[in-house]
Protein backbone atom coordinates (compact mmCIF):
# COMPACT_ATOMS: atom_id res chain seq x y z
CA UNK A 1 0.00 0.00 0.00
CA UNK A 2 1.17 3.46 -0.52
CA UNK A 3 1.08 4.55 3.09
CA UNK A 4 4.45 2.93 3.46
CA UNK A 5 6.10 5.46 2.03
CA UNK A 6 4.82 8.51 3.82
CA UNK A 7 7.40 10.24 5.85
CA UNK A 8 8.43 10.07 9.17
CA UNK A 9 7.17 12.19 12.04
CA UNK A 10 9.39 15.12 13.18
CA UNK A 11 10.85 16.11 9.49
CA UNK A 12 14.61 17.15 11.07
CA UNK A 13 15.35 17.56 7.73
CA UNK A 14 13.38 20.75 6.65
CA UNK A 15 14.51 22.76 10.09
CA UNK A 16 17.34 25.01 10.57
CA UNK A 17 19.15 24.92 13.65
CA UNK A 18 17.68 26.97 16.14
CA UNK A 19 17.72 27.41 19.57
CA UNK A 20 13.72 26.31 20.06
CA UNK A 21 14.13 23.10 18.44
CA UNK A 22 17.39 21.94 19.90
CA UNK A 23 15.58 22.62 23.25
CA UNK A 24 12.20 20.66 21.53
CA UNK A 25 14.70 17.47 20.93
CA UNK A 26 16.22 17.94 24.00
CA UNK A 27 13.04 17.71 26.38
CA UNK A 28 12.49 14.77 24.83
CA UNK A 29 16.52 13.13 25.06
CA UNK A 30 16.24 14.05 28.71
CA UNK A 31 12.80 12.59 28.96
CA UNK A 32 14.15 9.14 28.18
CA UNK A 33 17.26 10.01 29.96
CA UNK A 34 14.92 10.19 33.03
CA UNK A 35 13.22 6.79 32.48
CA UNK A 36 16.47 5.14 32.44
CA UNK A 37 16.77 7.13 35.89
CA UNK A 38 13.44 5.71 37.38
CA UNK A 39 15.42 2.32 36.86
CA UNK A 40 17.93 3.43 38.86
CA UNK A 41 14.98 4.60 41.52
CA UNK A 42 13.53 1.72 41.70
CA UNK A 43 16.75 -0.03 41.70
CA UNK A 44 17.83 2.28 44.94
CA UNK A 45 14.62 1.50 46.95
CA UNK A 46 14.96 -2.21 45.90
CA UNK A 47 18.15 -2.53 47.33
CA UNK A 48 16.88 -0.36 50.59
CA UNK A 49 14.18 -3.28 51.01
CA UNK A 50 16.36 -6.28 50.40
CA UNK A 51 19.08 -5.34 53.81
CA UNK A 52 22.04 -3.35 54.52
CA UNK A 53 24.49 -5.34 52.91
CA UNK A 54 23.07 -4.92 49.79
CA UNK A 55 22.03 -1.28 50.05
CA UNK A 56 26.28 -0.47 51.01
CA UNK A 57 26.77 -1.74 48.59
CA UNK A 58 24.90 -0.04 45.60
CA UNK A 59 25.15 3.48 47.99
CA UNK A 60 29.10 2.04 47.25
CA UNK A 61 28.85 2.12 43.30
CA UNK A 62 26.32 5.22 43.58
CA UNK A 63 29.66 6.87 45.12
CA UNK A 64 32.32 6.25 42.39
CA UNK A 65 33.05 8.42 39.88
CA UNK A 66 30.97 6.90 37.01
CA UNK A 67 28.13 6.91 39.46
CA UNK A 68 28.24 10.19 40.50
CA UNK A 69 28.31 11.59 37.06
CA UNK A 70 25.49 9.28 36.33
CA UNK A 71 23.37 11.14 39.17
CA UNK A 72 24.65 14.13 37.98
CA UNK A 73 23.13 13.63 34.18
CA UNK A 74 20.00 12.67 36.02
CA UNK A 75 19.83 15.68 38.54
CA UNK A 76 20.53 17.74 35.46
CA UNK A 77 18.25 16.31 33.23
CA UNK A 78 15.25 16.22 35.53
CA UNK A 79 15.76 20.03 36.41
CA UNK A 80 15.83 20.41 32.91
CA UNK A 81 13.14 18.55 31.89
CA UNK A 82 11.26 20.18 34.82
CA UNK A 83 11.68 23.82 33.69
CA UNK A 84 10.83 22.99 30.23
CA UNK A 85 7.87 21.06 31.28
CA UNK A 86 6.52 24.15 32.97
CA UNK A 87 6.83 26.06 30.02
CA UNK A 88 5.16 23.33 27.66
CA UNK A 89 2.13 23.54 30.65
CA UNK A 90 2.12 27.17 30.06
CA UNK A 91 1.70 26.60 26.39
CA UNK A 92 -0.51 24.39 26.95
CA UNK A 93 -2.76 27.05 28.58
CA UNK A 94 -2.26 29.24 25.57
CA UNK A 95 0.39 31.59 26.87
CA UNK A 96 3.42 32.57 26.16
CA UNK A 97 3.78 31.87 22.07
CA UNK A 98 4.78 35.64 21.53
CA UNK A 99 8.23 35.32 20.15
CA UNK A 100 10.10 37.45 22.70
CA UNK A 101 8.42 35.69 25.72
CA UNK A 102 8.78 32.22 23.84
CA UNK A 103 12.52 33.33 23.62
CA UNK A 104 13.09 34.42 26.59
CA UNK A 105 11.58 31.46 29.07
CA UNK A 106 13.81 28.96 26.54
CA UNK A 107 16.80 31.08 27.79
CA UNK A 108 15.23 31.29 31.68
CA UNK A 109 15.36 27.08 31.24
CA UNK A 110 18.62 26.91 30.43
CA UNK A 111 20.16 29.00 32.44
CA UNK A 112 17.88 27.95 35.85
CA UNK A 113 18.70 24.03 35.14
CA UNK A 114 22.42 24.97 35.13
CA UNK A 115 21.88 27.14 38.28
CA UNK A 116 20.04 24.19 40.50
CA UNK A 117 21.87 21.64 39.09
CA UNK A 118 25.10 23.28 40.43
CA UNK A 119 23.26 24.62 43.37
CA UNK A 120 21.62 20.91 44.73
CA UNK A 121 25.50 19.51 44.08
CA UNK A 122 27.19 22.54 45.93
CA UNK A 123 24.06 21.72 48.75
CA UNK A 124 25.13 18.02 48.47
CA UNK A 125 29.06 17.89 48.83
CA UNK A 126 28.89 20.60 51.71
CA UNK A 127 26.34 18.15 53.30
CA UNK A 128 29.34 15.66 53.38
CA UNK A 129 31.37 18.59 54.56
CA UNK A 130 33.22 18.26 51.26
CA UNK A 131 33.04 21.61 50.60
CA UNK B 1 -29.69 13.80 19.23
CA UNK B 2 -26.32 15.02 20.12
CA UNK B 3 -24.50 18.43 19.23
CA UNK B 4 -21.28 18.71 17.32
CA UNK B 5 -19.32 19.77 20.13
CA UNK B 6 -21.10 17.04 22.63
CA UNK B 7 -19.70 14.42 20.09
CA UNK B 8 -16.43 15.72 19.69
CA UNK B 9 -15.85 16.95 23.47
CA UNK B 10 -13.91 13.70 25.11
CA UNK B 11 -13.87 11.63 22.35
CA UNK B 12 -11.26 10.66 19.75
CA UNK B 13 -11.26 8.15 17.37
CA UNK B 14 -10.48 4.91 19.19
CA UNK B 15 -13.08 6.95 22.31
CA UNK B 16 -10.14 7.74 24.33
CA UNK B 17 -9.10 11.29 22.22
CA UNK B 18 -7.70 13.46 24.42
CA UNK B 19 -6.77 11.24 27.74
CA UNK B 20 -3.69 10.65 26.69
CA UNK B 21 -2.34 14.09 26.47
CA UNK B 22 -4.53 15.08 29.74
CA UNK B 23 -3.03 12.23 31.43
CA UNK B 24 0.22 12.91 30.49
CA UNK B 25 -0.35 16.89 31.94
CA UNK B 26 -1.47 15.62 35.29
CA UNK B 27 1.09 13.29 36.12
CA UNK B 28 3.48 16.28 35.00
CA UNK B 29 2.03 18.79 37.46
CA UNK B 30 2.19 15.81 40.11
CA UNK B 31 5.19 15.69 39.57
CA UNK B 32 6.12 18.89 40.23
CA UNK B 33 5.93 19.06 43.83
CA UNK B 34 7.14 15.85 44.23
CA UNK B 35 10.09 15.99 42.42
CA UNK B 36 10.86 18.66 44.05
CA UNK B 37 10.42 16.78 47.53
CA UNK B 38 12.38 14.02 46.35
CA UNK B 39 15.44 15.84 45.38
CA UNK B 40 15.45 17.89 48.87
CA UNK B 41 14.95 14.63 50.52
CA UNK B 42 18.18 12.84 49.02
CA UNK B 43 20.19 15.98 49.07
CA UNK B 44 19.43 15.80 52.96
CA UNK B 45 20.37 11.96 52.84
CA UNK B 46 23.63 12.39 51.32
CA UNK B 47 26.48 10.24 53.10
CA UNK B 48 23.02 8.52 55.35
CA UNK B 49 23.36 4.68 55.95
CA UNK B 50 21.17 2.06 55.70
CA UNK B 51 18.90 2.68 58.62
CA UNK B 52 18.38 6.48 58.49
CA UNK B 53 17.39 5.39 54.66
CA UNK B 54 15.07 2.94 55.96
CA UNK B 55 13.13 5.25 58.57
CA UNK B 56 13.00 7.93 56.36
CA UNK B 57 11.44 5.67 53.69
CA UNK B 58 8.84 3.66 57.09
CA UNK B 59 7.41 7.26 58.21
CA UNK B 60 4.34 7.18 56.94
CA UNK B 61 4.40 10.67 54.83
CA UNK B 62 7.33 9.62 53.07
CA UNK B 63 5.85 5.65 51.61
CA UNK B 64 2.66 7.71 50.88
CA UNK B 65 4.88 10.71 48.90
CA UNK B 66 7.31 8.12 47.43
CA UNK B 67 4.87 5.26 46.30
CA UNK B 68 2.74 8.60 44.76
CA UNK B 69 5.79 9.95 42.91
CA UNK B 70 6.62 6.12 41.50
CA UNK B 71 2.88 5.79 40.14
CA UNK B 72 2.98 9.23 39.07
CA UNK B 73 7.11 8.88 37.26
CA UNK B 74 6.37 5.29 35.62
CA UNK B 75 3.05 6.44 34.12
CA UNK B 76 4.27 9.54 32.56
CA UNK B 77 7.28 7.59 31.41
CA UNK B 78 5.07 5.00 29.85
CA UNK B 79 2.86 8.14 28.11
CA UNK B 80 5.94 10.17 27.32
CA UNK B 81 8.14 6.88 25.66
CA UNK B 82 4.99 5.71 23.41
CA UNK B 83 5.05 9.06 21.96
CA UNK B 84 8.81 8.52 21.34
CA UNK B 85 8.33 5.05 20.03
CA UNK B 86 5.26 5.93 17.97
CA UNK B 87 6.88 8.90 16.08
CA UNK B 88 9.98 6.96 14.89
CA UNK B 89 9.18 3.59 14.48
CA UNK B 90 6.68 1.93 12.30
CA UNK B 91 5.18 -1.89 11.78
CA UNK B 92 6.94 -4.61 13.63
CA UNK B 93 9.22 -3.26 15.94
CA UNK B 94 6.70 -0.12 16.97
CA UNK B 95 4.65 -2.90 18.49
CA UNK B 96 7.01 -4.59 20.22
CA UNK B 97 8.59 -1.77 22.14
CA UNK B 98 4.88 -0.76 22.90
CA UNK B 99 4.03 -3.62 24.66
CA UNK B 100 7.70 -3.79 26.58
CA UNK B 101 7.18 -0.50 27.79
CA UNK B 102 4.14 -1.10 29.03
CA UNK B 103 4.80 -4.77 30.60
CA UNK B 104 8.28 -2.68 31.75
CA UNK B 105 6.87 0.30 33.36
CA UNK B 106 3.85 -1.91 35.15
CA UNK B 107 6.53 -3.86 36.54
CA UNK B 108 9.58 -1.61 37.41
CA UNK B 109 7.13 0.44 39.35
CA UNK B 110 5.27 -2.25 40.86
CA UNK B 111 8.55 -3.18 42.32
CA UNK B 112 9.40 0.22 43.57
CA UNK B 113 6.35 0.23 44.88
CA UNK B 114 5.91 -3.19 47.34
CA UNK B 115 10.32 -2.41 48.13
CA UNK B 116 8.37 0.82 49.86
CA UNK B 117 5.53 -0.91 51.01
CA UNK B 118 8.02 -3.83 52.54
CA UNK B 119 9.84 -0.57 54.84
CA UNK B 120 7.02 1.11 55.48
CA UNK B 121 5.13 -2.56 57.11
CA UNK B 122 8.58 -3.04 58.95
CA UNK B 123 10.64 -5.93 57.34
Known amino acids: ?131 | MRTALGKVRGLGSAKSGVHHWWAQRLTAIALLPLMVWFVASMVSLVGADHRTVVEWIANPLTSALLVALVLAVFYHLRLGLQVVIEDYLHGGTRMVLLVFVNFASILLGLMAIIAVLKIAFGS
Request: hydrophobic fraction near 55%; glycine fraction near 8%; proline fraction near 3%.
Open chain 1, 1 to 131: MARRDRPLSPHLQVYRFQLHMAMSIFHRATGVALSVGALFLTWWLVAAATGPVYFEQVQGYIATPVGRLFLFGFSFALFYHMLNGIRHLNWDMGRGYAKEKFKRSGQMVIILAVVLTLAVWAWAYRALGLM
